[in-house]
């Protein structure tokens, strides 16, 4: 059994796959996102949304309706559940060279939900669990569960070309969330008696400094078929 389906498939009606869709039929291009549920899945409760996402929801045309039933974020307290020192405090109001900083807290479900709601009917297709995907000349054949096969043209190596050149230039800030992340990670789990100290003595507020600077990073802009989208 086999059809032909349009140019683009996407696996995974997950915050990536959907994004994908509503980016892509923004630009007027149509594609078939394949989820192996046979629902929208929501793992987790909510997401600490920084300016970044807010650029990017805006772009897909969904950040209103989002912003309305999130309130923005005004400080941050970090706090140890081991020791009894007090909390450490953080206002979150823009600063330096920012203009302004956009930081929410959004429900998993509510942003699922908006991106499929801005979907062509038909868009997604639950119960549709990719299993293997194999090459046929200039065609891929994505071979599901249920033992449909569809059919997709090979697009992958312009995708690459036009993601390579964003990837590069932002080298140096997966090093560092990366590495940021493992020394804080690294942090949150030594049990030693100096880590311990540091940690619930000394590090919070410095730790909640580097989270924020972190976050304040501009992304920038991709640009993909001549039209320009901010990520
Ligand atoms: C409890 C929890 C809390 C989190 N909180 C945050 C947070 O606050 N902030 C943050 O940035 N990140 C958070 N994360 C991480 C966040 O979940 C992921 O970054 C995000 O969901 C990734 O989105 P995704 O679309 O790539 O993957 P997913 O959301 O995992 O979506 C993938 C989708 O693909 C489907 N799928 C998988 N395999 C197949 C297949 N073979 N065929 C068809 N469909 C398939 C799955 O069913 C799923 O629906 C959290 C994660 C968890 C578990």
Known sequence: MEASVGDILIVGAGIAGLTTSLGLHRLGIRSLVLESSDTLRETGFAFTTWNNAWKALDVLGIG?????????????????????????????????????????????????????RELPIGTIRFSSKVVSVEESGYFKLVHLADGSILKTKDEFRRIEMGLNKFAKERRWRSFQLISTAYVVGFIHESKGKIMTFLRDKILPAFLTGVLIKRADFDCGELSILNATASV
């Open 64 to 116: 209103d309706s989002l912003r309305q039933p999130h309130q923005q974020l005004q400080g941050m307290v970090v706090t140890s559940t081991i020791s009894r020192q007090p909390p450490s405090e953080r206002s979150l109001k823009s600063e330096g060279k920012l203009s302004e900083r956009e930081i929410r807290c959004v429900r998993r479900k509510l942003l699922l939900e908006a991106l499929v």
